[in-house]
């Protein structure tokens, strides 16, 4: 079943609420709590971080000013608090305006992420964040 436009709004919206949620849970729950491990299966399990481990600190850094920090907890946390930020205005111009530019923007990302070079680049950058995790000890 192929993805249309209403199909990839609604579920980018979706996905930004519970991303607003999860973070307002974090910035309003005891500083205790939050030092523990969450919803990261991999740590559980394991003990080592995923490559995705400190991106909600991040983001949190970044929402406080602290950019620096903010890169040096996650960099995935910069590009997430992007989407969750743009997505929202976006799906709202896209629909306002009867366009879809989003749509064809992650069709186009999608294509270029099917070739090699764009693959291995961004698989590249995850690994070495993942590398830079565990050396860190999140």
């Not at 609604?10 to 939050?34: D, E, R, S």
């Not at 970044?62 to 989407?83: D, R």
């Not at 205005?89 to 090699?116: C, G, H, M, N, Q």
Request: aromatic share 14%; glycine share 6%; net charge positive.
């Amino acid at each position: 079943m192929p993805l249309n436009r209403n199909k990839l709004y609604g579920l980018l919206l979706i996905t930004c609420i519970a991303g607003y949620i999860w973070l307002y849970f974090n910035l309003t729950t005891n500083q205790t709590v939050k030092n523990q491990v969450g919803v990261c299966l991999i740590k559980h399990f394991t003990n080592i971080p995923c490559p995705s481990c400190g991106t909600t600190r991040s983001i949190i850094s970044l929402s406080k000013g602290n950019f620096s920090e903010a890169l040096q907890i996650n960099p995935l946390g910069y590009i997430v608090a992007n989407i969750l930020f743009l997505t929202p205005f976006w799906v709202a111009f896209d629909i306002a305006s009867k366009r879809k530019t989003l749509f064809l923007f992650y069709l186009k990302t999608e294509t270029y992420l099917k070739k090699p070079k764009f693959a291995i680049s961004v698989l590249l950058f995850v690994i070495i964040n993942w590398i830079w995790n565990i050396k860190k000890g999140l």
